[in-house]
């Protein structure tokens, strides 16, 4: 089982990425998936999720209406779309994958935004 994150990096406030969480080793589509942050000395903390069938989202506050979370099911593959980056933004970002009884967690990948 893998989760490989991808697309983190330094941004200017304001800017945006795109965050790739690539699976393998398991049923992708019978998942549930989300993403997490850590800022610096700070726990980890949710940031959205999507599920599996419908494919119904959910965000924490601090990041409604600016982060899209999306899933390819044909890719296997996890999006975290961000918009209007802030510093507070920073962190390292994680994918979890969970079904029943089962969770698993990919290595992470930094954001960081500053001028």
């Known amino acids: 089982v893998k989760l490989v994150e991808s697309g983190g990096g330094l941004v200017q406030p304001g800017g945006s990425l795109r965050l790739s969480c690539a699976a393998s080793?398991?049923?992708?589509?019978?998942?549930?998936m989300n993403w997490y942050r850590q800022p610096p000395g700070k726990e980890r903390e949710l940031v959205a999720g999507?599920?599996?069938?419908?494919?119904?989202?959910d965000y924490a506050d601090s990041v409604k209406g600016r982060f899209t979370i999306s899933r390819d099911n044909a890719k296997n593959t996890v999006y975290l779309q961000m918009n209007s980056l802030k510093p507070e933004d920073t962190a390292v970002y994680y994918c979890?994958?969970?079904?029943?009884?089962?969770?698993?967690w990919g290595q992470g990948t930094q954001v960081t935004v500053s001028s």
């Open positions: 979890k994958a969970h079904w029943t009884l089962n969770t698993y």
């Open positions: 999507i599920t599996n069938g419908s494919g119904a989202t």
């Open positions: 080793g398991f049923t992708f589509r019978q998942y549930h």
